[in-house]
């Protein structure tokens, strides 16, 4: 079975930072490009972050450019995201996606509707 399983999540105040880990079980994330989500309470999911199955190409929504980055390893099946200056908006609980890639250096998509392969999630609050 193919499972996705987060990490790292939790309180932090303003201005710190968090690294949310990803390890894949089941199967190998070296043809997988990676994503990752986050949903706010009363809020849509949106896409955050994604990297090709090579690592080679990143994509960022705006709002986290700067701040985030994505990165993995494909000897440990595991991807991470790291975040810094965290703001009260960054408060959501976050995803890690998979989808199957024949291209090794594409960008993916960050749309949620193009993974077929999901995590639990994890949450991170960011208050003082």
């Known amino acids: 079975q193919l499972q996705l399983v987060e990490s790292g999540g939790g309180l932090v105040q303003p201005g710190g930072s968090l690294r949310l880990s990803c390890v894949a079980s089941?199967?190998?994330?070296?043809?997988?490009?990676i994503a990752w989500f986050r949903q706010a309470p009363g809020k849509e999911r949106e896409g955050v972050s994604c990297i090709s199955s090579s690592g080679g190409s990143t994509d960022y929504v705006d709002s986290v450019k700067g701040r985030f980055a994505i990165s993995r390893d494909n000897a440990k099946n595991m991807a991470y995201l790291q975040m810094n200056s965290l703001t009260p908006e960054d408060t959501a609980d976050y995803y890690c996606?998979?989808?199957?890639?024949?291209?090794?250096?594409?960008?993916?998509?960050?749309?949620?509707?193009?993974?077929?392969?999901w995590g639990q999630g994890t949450q991170v609050t960011v208050s003082s």
């Open positions: 996606a998979a989808i199957l890639t024949t291209s090794w250096s594409t960008t993916p998509p960050l749309d949620a509707t193009k993974y077929n392969v």
């Open positions: 089941g199967f190998t994330l070296d043809y997988y490009a």
